[in-house]
Antibody, heavy 123, light 106 residues
């Protein structure tokens, strides 16, 4: 079955760190860019960042709200994408989704999503 | 940054109704727009990509149109499974979502 499963969420104090994982199955993980999107409680969707496949350099891009604090990486041998979150703020509280990026003519869109993992930043 | 404005924010409709949701971009995004459906507690689901291309497995009652800055998602005959929140997303320049449209039972 083609799926993505996020893990690693939980309660963390402001200023601390947390690492989320996104485990893929059912497709060739290394062929795809992977993205993270978050949704604060009762709010809409906010793109966090993405990592290109190795074929496109494996480089990353981030939203301004998390740049310098969050880092996305990938382990193609394990089919896992990671979101390392440092210096967490209360406003980072959200459900974090990973998604697979499909590409048309150099433009990426999310065609497969995980069910998300909740991160709560609170003292 | 490209801003995406969806309207309406809430829509009350009955089974069988034709429903239209609008999404407006703050600048031209060509046809680089996707539509997603989200139900409470669930992951978003891709419905439409490249403004009007129907994702595999999505019922044909869903359709998308538009280019440049104005886009619409249409559900031709609303079904019970369609009550959900719908988001547009531009992917012309990074990624921005609209604020969402909640489709409620009238």
């Amino acid at each position: 079955e083609v799926q993505l499963v996020e893990s690693g969420g939980g309660l963390v104090q402001p200023g601390r760190s947390l690492r989320l994982s996104c485990t893929a199955s059912g497709f060739t993980f290394g062929d795809y860019a992977m993205s993270w999107v978050r949704q604060a409680p009762g709010k809409g969707l906010e793109w966090v960042g993405f990592i290109r496949s190795k074929a496109y350099g494996g480089t990353t891009e981030y939203a301004a709200s998390v740049k310098g604090r969050f880092t996305i990486s990938r382990d193609d041998s394990k089919s896992i994408a990671y979101l390392q979150m440092n210096s967490l703020k209360t406003e980072d509280t959200a459900v974090y989704y990973c998604s697979r990026f499909n590409m048309i003519a150099g433009y990426w869109y999310s065609d497969l999503w995980g069910r998300g993992t909740l991160v709560t930043v609170s003292s | 940054d490209i801003q995406m404005t969806q309207s309406p924010s809430t829509l009350s409709a009955s089974v069988g109704d034709r429903v239209t949701i609008t999404c407006r971009a703050s600048q031209s995004i060509s046809s680089w727009l996707a539509w997603y459906q989200q139900k409470p507690g669930k992951a978003p689901k891709l419905l439409i990509y490249k403004a009007s291309s129907l994702e595999s497995g999505v019922p044909s009652r869903f359709s998308g149109s538009g280019s440049g800055t104005e886009f619409t998602l249409t559900i031709s005959s609303l079904q019970p499974d369609d009550f959900a929140t719908y988001y547009c997303q531009q992917y012309n320049s990074y990624f921005t979502f609209g604020g969402g449209t909640k489709v409620e039972i009238k």
